[in-house]
């Protein structure tokens, strides 16, 4: 027989790589975030911005700064329970101080002392794991709103180690030096606020490592990846400039824009009762335009809600977000990378673990294949996967028809199965089968091979599905597709000379291809072919 073995795109020619240890050296984003200038805080007492505070997680394993302010050139001492040790520094012109302090193992509850005359005690600290939790609302969804919540708020009781800090939500578009915000211990009376993502994540990791899970949740729905940047590296990148031109031109005209939303609402608001009435279609709509002081506008989130926890000691951040993007998802192949880096370099804590979630499906099924940003969107996320010391969740199997699926539970174990895996170094299974490489065989079938096949493929609940098929018209239609080893087989006798395949290519896909451990195969094509949102910025 005769074998041809098929280039493919770019994520399964480099993923290889990335699999086998091979680290790739990005383009560069830019330097790293600018330094934060904090207003001269006069003698009037040692302060400490919000973060550090009674009830708050420690990262182990690592000197961790703790930082505020004092009088200019004022001497601070720092001083730990957990273990001998007291450090001293001396606060700038500004007020500004900071030691790093060593942490020690995981442990409490302690106390910590800050003096500079007067004395501040912070109470009833745990030392243990730091996840920063952030993105739209999926993430911002809490445990209240999740499947089984009644059950889940009663258990929490027995969670009182992990402590959640929730990040005052704010807008502004010069860095912010603090933030409101208190950290809470997990109970039945606090927990229905916590992120349920970020909850059953950090749930995942106390029951695997018996650990304090402290959670930073900064999340806020609606918005796009870029409110969560800083201004230097939306400007760093030429693809990027739209997205500032776009808003400096939107807040230009804003009251304008503000003016014709409220008179479009109205009159949508004046026909919606009708309609539904009637059981008619309801038409789009209308946007509210993003003006001043609008979350989902570009910087303004990562000023108010990220420069205010820097740099505050964590071992990594978990994100779920993408849907504001979807409709420009090629441009989220290099913003997505570039917001990481970003976060990387203003922590200034290394390549910290940051994994994230792939999107669900949503929506209702298509009849026949389609094009589809929200698959376009999850293949971005999947290339983000080159970046070292990443991981992703695939939930293309838990979503449902409303954009906010309350299964939560299993988002965050599959999160906690790449820390686990990857971080903590546990001998299990973080991923379902990712796509590596097609071979197409002389008798018009097209072999697809996988990583993370594990303990082998399978289709669950009957026969595989899922797969569509193409030649060079570019035109998929269903195909058959067979498990056959580790590998899965993929014909149709519509394409007699097959090219591609795809593979839960649409919002809301019927696939169900996993391996023996239960883990849902990563959507993928084969092609490279040019994308519904291409050319979109």
């Excluded at 804590?349 to 669900?360: H, I, T, W």
Aim: proline share 7%; charged share 20%.
């Amino acid at each position: 027989m005769n074998y041809i073995c098929k280039r493919h795109n770019v994520f399964a020619l480099t993923i290889a790589m990335v699999l086998s240890g091979i680290v790739l050296v990005l383009p560069g984003c830019g330097a790293g975030a600018p330094s934060v200038k904090h207003p001269t805080i006069p003698s009037a007492g040692v302060r400490l911005p919000s973060i550090i505070s009674d009830n708050m997680v420690l990262q182990q394993g690592k000197a961790v700064p703790i930082w505020g302010w004092a009088g200019a050139n004022e001497t601070v001492t720092v001083t730990g329970s957990w273990g001998p040790g007291k450090w001293k520094t001396t606060a700038d012109k500004d007020g500004k101080w900071m030691v790093k302090i060593d942490t020690g193992k995981t442990g409490g509850p302690y106390e910590m002392t800050i003096s500079n005359g007067n004395l501040i005690t912070v109470k009833n600290i745990l030392v243990g794991e730091v996840w920063v939790c952030s993105g739209q609302s999926n993430m911002e969804f809490t445990v209240k709103q999740a499947k089984n919540s009644a059950q889940e708020i009663v258990e929490a009781n027995n969670y009182p180690q992990i402590r959640q800090f929730l990040v005052g939500r704010k807008v502004i578009y010069t860095p912010m030096y603090n933030c409101n915000g208190k950290w809470q211990v997990c109970s039945s009376q606090t927990a229905g606020n916590f992120t349920a993502v970020g909850y059953f994540f950090g749930r995942e990791l106390t029951d695997q490592l018996n650990v304090p899970v402290g959670l930073i949740n900064a999340s806020w729905g609606g918005t796009p990846v870029e409110s969560w940047m800083s201004k230097e590296y939306l400007e760093n990148d030429p693809n990027f400039q739209p997205i500032l031109k776009r808003f400096e031109e939107t807040s230009a005209k804003y009251p304008e824009l503000k003016d014709k939303y409220r008179s479009e609402m109205q009159k949508y608001n004046s026909i919606v009762p009708q309609l539904k009435a009637e059981g008619k279609p309801l038409p789009p709509r209308p946007e509210e335009p993003i003006g001043p002081g609008h979350a989902y506008s570009p910087t303004g989130l990562y000023n108010g809600m990220i420069v205010p926890i820097l740099p505050y000691g964590i071992r990594g951040a978990i994100w779920y977000q993408g849907e504001s993007n979807a409709w420009r998802a090629y441009q989220y192949r290099t913003l997505f990378p570039a917001m990481i880096k970003n976060w990387r370099d203003a922590w200034g804590q290394g390549n910290f673990p940051f994994l994230f979630v792939q999107l669900a499906n949503y929506m209702e099924p298509e009849p026949q294949p389609v094009e589809s940003d929200w698959a376009e969107l999850r293949e971005a996320q999947s290339l983000a996967l080159l970046v070292p010391h990443t991981g992703m969740a695939v939930t293309i199997d838990i979503g449902e028809p409303d954009i906010h699926p309350k299964n939560k539970q299993d988002v965050g174990k599959r999160l906690a199965l790449w820390a686990l895996a990857k971080t903590y170094g546990k001998k299990i299974v973080c991923s379902g089968p990712i796509y590596k490489f097609m071979v197409l065989k002389g008798d018009n079938k097209a072999i697809l091979n996988f990583y993370y096949v594990d303990g082998g493929l399978v289709a669950k609940g009957g026969s595989l599905k899922g797969f569509a098929i193409a030649g060079e018209d570019r035109k998929f239609v269903w195909a058959d597709a067979n498990i056959e080893g580790n590998t899965v087989v993929v014909s149709s006798d519509k394409v007699s000379a097959p090219v591609a395949v795809r593979y839960a290519w649409e919002k809301n896909p019927v696939c169900n291809l996993y391996n023996k451990e239960g883990l849902p195969a990563m959507p993928f094509r084969t092609d490279i072919w040019p994308g519904v949102t291409d050319g979109r910025r």
